[in-house]
C-alpha cells in the first residue's frame, strides 16, 4: 500500500530556489526583439511571441528553480515494506512493497498448531512442509495442521521439481481468496540467502485452569502451567498440567500410540493452546500446542504453582477422635506427614505405600489408603491410582534392600518409559530406625522422598532422610500408640471425608498389637458398639494369617473384606474361615513346641523360656517363627506363670524373637551394645524396646545367646 510522499507532496519534486524572474523582471512581459528569426522559434517561443508573454516565467513574473524529490525519487509516491515496515520508494522487481535488506535477510515465519487462516498475511514467508504432489497442478504444503494451500507447477523454480512428501520449504504467501468457508492460498516458493525464524502464535488470552467449566467446551484457551505427569496412552499423550489455579489432563496426539511433544518432559514450565473437550463429563484440553516457557517465565510460573499448592496442600484442621496428651503432642508432625501426602496428590507425583505384613501394619496402610485414593481420582482421573499408587507390604520391620530395590527399579523405568516423577514413599508401622537408612540411602540418590508413620523405637540419624517423621517416642509415647491409631488420624487429617469408614482400624491395630496405652481404651470404645473385642481379636488374626499366604501381594478387595469394608456378609463368612484355619494351625504348632520349651530363672528374677522353633516347630508355614514365639509367650505369661516377669526367646540358627512382660529391657539398646562388644558376629535388629528380634552370623550363635540372656538377667523387672 503506498501513500503521498512527505517531503515534496505528493508531487515527486521540490523547490530549493525562487523569485522575480531574471528574463522579465516580473513584469511578465516577452518585450521587443530587435530582429527575429521564425525558423529558430520553438513552439514554446513562438507561442510566448505570439502572446507577448516571458518564456522563461511563462507568464507568472517568478522563477522557481525545481528539483527531483530524492525521498520519493521523483514518483510522488512512499511504500512501506510488507515485512519490517521500512519505507521504501520502489516495488521490487515482482512489483512486491519489500525493501532490500528483507529481500536480502527475510523473516521466515513459523506458525504454531494454534493458528488459523486469520493469522496469515499476504507478501510474507512461511516455512511449511509437503503434504502431497499432484503431478501437472502442484504441491500441497502445510503450514501447521490446520492450514494447508497449493504451490502450482507453473510456479516451481529450479530445485523445487522433485519435492516429495516430507520435505520442508520456503514459501511466500502472493494471496489469500476466501469462498464461503473455503480459503485457497496461492503459494510460491523461495530461497532467501539470509533468514531468520519467526514463531508465530495466535493472540489469545490466557486462561486460568481454575476458571474452566463446562460452558468453555469447543472453546479455544491458552494456558500457562507446569507439566507434573506425563503418561502415554495406545491413542494420545496424557499432560497433566497445573497453574496456580488447579490442574487439567491435556491429550496431545500425532499417532497412535505415540509419544506427542516430545521435548516436552515433566517438571518443564509450558505455554499450551487448545480446545477444551468434555470427556466421562471431565474437562479435558485437546492439544494444538505445547511449548516450553523461557527461563525467565519458568521461574515466575513455577513460584506461583509452587505457592498455590503450598497453601491448597494444608491439612484439614480436625480434632483427634480421642483425648491424648502424646497425640497433641505429635499434632505438628502429624501435620507435616498430611502435607506431604496431599502435596503429592495435587502435584500427580506417584506414592508408594509401604506396610509392615501385620494386623497393624496393614490397618495403618488401609487407613491411609482409603484417605488417598479418592483425592488421587479427583485429581487424575478414575484410573489414576493405576499408575499413581502401590501398596506393598514388608515382611521386616524395616525398609529391606530388597523392597527398596524394586521400588528404584520400578520408579527408574515408569520415568524413562513415561516421563514419570520420582515418587513419594509413605512407610507406616516401620521406617524409623538405623536399619532403614541403607535403603534410604537408595531412594536418596533417585529423588525418592520419605515420610514416615512408626512406633518403633527411632533411631535420631533417620531423621536426615525424612520430609516428616511421626512416632510417639518421639514426644515421651512409646509402642502402646500404635501405627494403626497414629495413621487413622493422619488420614483424617488428609481427608475428612472417610473418617467413618476407617474409625475401627485404630481399634483393631492395637488389639493386633496387644496395645495397653490408654488411647486404645478410647478407640476400642468408640466402636463397640459395632464390633466387640473378640471380633477385633478375630480380625486381627485374620489379616496375620491371610497376609502370610498373600506374601508380598497387597490382598486388594480381600484385606478389606477382612476389615468389614466392602459387603458385611462376606466380611463374616471370611473372619471365621480364615481364624478356623490359623488357631487350628497355631494349635498345631504349639503341640509341637510347648513340649520343647526350656525355661529358667535369671538373676533378675524374670522367668526366661526359651524354644528353638528351627528343630521343634513346623517351618515354611503359618504361624512363622516370630509368631510361634509369640504365642507361646502368651501361655507362659497367662498361664503358667501369671502376674511374673517374662522374657520368651523363640531362637533360630542366625536368629532370635524376643518377647517380653514385666521386664524393663531396652532391644535397640541390647543390639548396639553386642555389636560392639561381639565384632564379627555380625548383630544387626531392633524393634519395640520389650519385643523385638536380633540376627547375627550362624557360627557365633552360641556366643551372642549366651551373651544376650545375661543382659536379658541384667534389665530391672516390674514389682507388684
Not at 54 to 63: A, I, K, L, R, V
Not at 74 to 81: M, P, R, T
Not at 170 to 195: A, E
Not at 500 to 508: E, F, K, N, R, S
Amino acid at each position: 500500500m503506498s501513500e503521498k510522499c512527505s517531503k515534496c507532496r505528493g508531487e515527486g519534486f521540490l523547490i530549493p530556489e525562487s523569485g522575480p524572474c531574471p528574463k522579465c523582471n516580473g513584469t511578465v512581459s516577452a518585450g521587443k526583439a530587435k530582429s527575429i528569426n521564425l525558423m529558430d522559434l520553438s513552439e514554446k517561443n513562438l507561442n510566448s511571441f505570439v502572446s507577448g508573454t516571458c518564456e522563461t516565467c511563462g507568464g507568472t513574473g517568478t522563477y522557481e528553480k525545481k528539483q527531483k524529490c530524492d525521498e520519493c525519487r521523483g514518483k510522488g509516491e512512499i511504500y512501506n515494506c510488507i515485512r519490517c515496515g521500512r519505507m521504501i520508494p520502489y516495488l521490487n522487481a515482482n512489483g512486491e512493497e519489500i525493501c532490500n535488506a528483507c529481500l536480502s535477510s527475510s523473516a521466515v515465519h513459523v506458525l504454531d498448531n494454534s493458528c488459523d487462516y486469520d493469522d496469515l498475511e499476504s507478501g510474507k514467508l512461511y516455512k511449511g512442509c509437503v503434504d502431497g504432489v499432484v503431478a501437472g497442478l502442484g504441491a500441497f504444503i502445510k503450514l501447521n495442521d490446520s492450514i494447508k494451500g497449493l504451490m502450482h507447477e507453473k510456479n516451481f523454480e529450479a530445485g523445487h521439481a522433485g519435492l516429495q512428501k516430507g520435505d520442508e520449504i520456503i514459501i511466500q504467501l502472493k494471496n489469500i481468496s476466501r469462498q464461503g468457508r473455503d480459503t485457497k492460498l496461492d503459494l510460491v516458493p523461495k530461497k532467501p540467502v539470509n533468514y531468520k525464524i519467526i514463531d508465530v502464535e495466535k493472540e489469545i488470552p490466557v486462561t486460568l485452569i481454575g476458571d474452566l467449566s463446562a460452558k468453555d467446551n469447543g472453546k479455544i484457551i491458552k494456558m500457562l502451567g507446569e507439566v507434573l505427569q506425563i503418561k502415554q496412552t495406545g491413542g494420545p499423550t496424557i499432560f497433566t498440567i497445573a497453574d496456580e489455579s488447579g490442574q487439567v489432563p491435556c491429550a496431545g496426539f500425532s499417532t497412535a500410540g505415540q509419544r506427542s511433544f516430545v521435548e516436552i518432559m515433566t517438571g518443564m514450565a509450558v505455554v499450551a493452546v487448545g480446545e477444551v473437550n468434555l470427556r466421562d463429563n471431565a474437562l479435558q484440553i485437546e492439544l494444538m500446542s505445547l511449548k516450553k516457557l523461557s527461563d525467565d517465565e519458568t521461574a515466575s510460573l513455577l513460584e506461583r504453582v509452587n505457592t498455590a499448592i503450598d497453601v491448597r496442600a494444608e491439612p484439614h484442621d480436625i480434632s483427634f477422635l480421642i483425648e491424648s496428651k502424646i497425640l497433641e503432642k505429635l499434632r505438628p508432625s502429624m501435620i507435616q506427614a498430611a502435607k506431604e501426602i496431599r502435596k503429592a496428590i495435587l502435584r500427580s507425583r506417584p506414592i508408594i505405600l509401604r506396610h509392615h505384613a501385620d494386623a497393624d501394619g496393614i490397618t495403618s496402610a488401609i487407613a491411609i489408603e482409603k484417605a488417598i485414593l479418592p483425592l488421587i481420582r479427583g485429581i487424575g482421573g478414575p484410573d489414576a491410582e493405576y499408575r499413581a499408587y502401590t501398596r506393598s507390604p514388608s515382611k521386616a520391620p524395616f525398609y529391606e534392600l530388597l523392597d527398596v530395590v524394586k521400588d528404584v527399579s520400578y520408579a527408574v523405568e515408569d520415568e524413562i518409559r513415561f516421563g514419570q516423577p520420582m515418587p513419594l514413599v509413605v512407610m507406616v508401622d516401620n521406617g524409623s530406625t538405623e536399619e532403614d537408612i541403607p535403603a534410604y540411602k537408595h531412594t536418596q540418590v533417585y529423588g525418592m522422598d520419605i515420610v514416615v508413620i512408626d512406633h518403633h523405637h527411632p533411631d535420631d540419624a533417620a531423621d536426615e532422610y525424612l520430609l516428616a517423621h511421626v512416632n510417639p517416642y518421639k514426644v515421651g509415647g512409646d509402642f502402646g500408640l500404635t501405627a494403626g491409631m497414629l495413621c487413622t488420624e493422619v488420614a483424617r487429617m488428609i481427608n475428612p471425608d472417610v473418617s467413618d469408614q476407617i474409625v475401627h482400624l485404630a481399634a483393631v491395630a492395637g488389639t493386633g498389637d496387644r496395645s495397653a496405652a490408654p488411647e486404645f481404651e478410647q478407640y476400642l470404645n468408640l466402636v463397640l458398639g459395632k464390633y466387640t473385642p473378640e471380633h477385633l481379636k478375630e480380625m486381627a488374626l485374620a489379616l496375620d494369617y491371610e497376609q502370610y499366604w498373600l506374601r508380598f501381594g497387597s490382598g486388594v478387595g480381600i484385606i478389606e473384606d477382612i476389615l468389614d469394608m466392602r459387603d458385611h456378609d462376606t466380611h463374616l463368612r471370611l473372619v471365621k474361615m480364615l481364624c478356623e484355619q490359623a488357631n487350628g494351625m497355631i494349635q498345631d504348632q504349639l503341640n509341637v513346641s510347648l513340649p520343647n520349651v526350656k525355661t529358667t530363672v535369671l538373676k533378675s528374677g524374670a522367668i526366661l523360656n526359651t524354644i528353638d522353633v528351627e528343630k521343634f516347630a513346623h517351618k515354611f508355614t503359618f504361624p512363622p517363627p516370630g509368631k510361634t514365639s509369640g504365642e507361646i509367650h502368651d501361655i507362659m505369661c497367662n498361664v503358667r506363670h501369671p502376674n511374673k516377669p517374662v522374657i520368651t526367646l523363640g531362637l533360630g540358627p542366625d536368629f532370635a524373637v524376643i518377647r517380653s512382660k514385666k521386664v524393663l529391657m531396652n532391644i535397640p539398646q541390647i543390639v548396639r551394645e553386642l555389636r560392639e562388644e561381639l565384632a564379627g558376629t555380625g548383630v544387626n535388629g531392633g524393634g519395640h524396646l520389650v519385643v523385638g528380634s536380633i540376627k547375627f552370623v550362624e557360627g557365633a550363635a552360641d556366643i551372642v545367646i549366651s551373651r544376650l540372656i545375661e543382659k536379658l538377667g541384667e534389665a530391672d523387672v516390674e514389682t507388684e
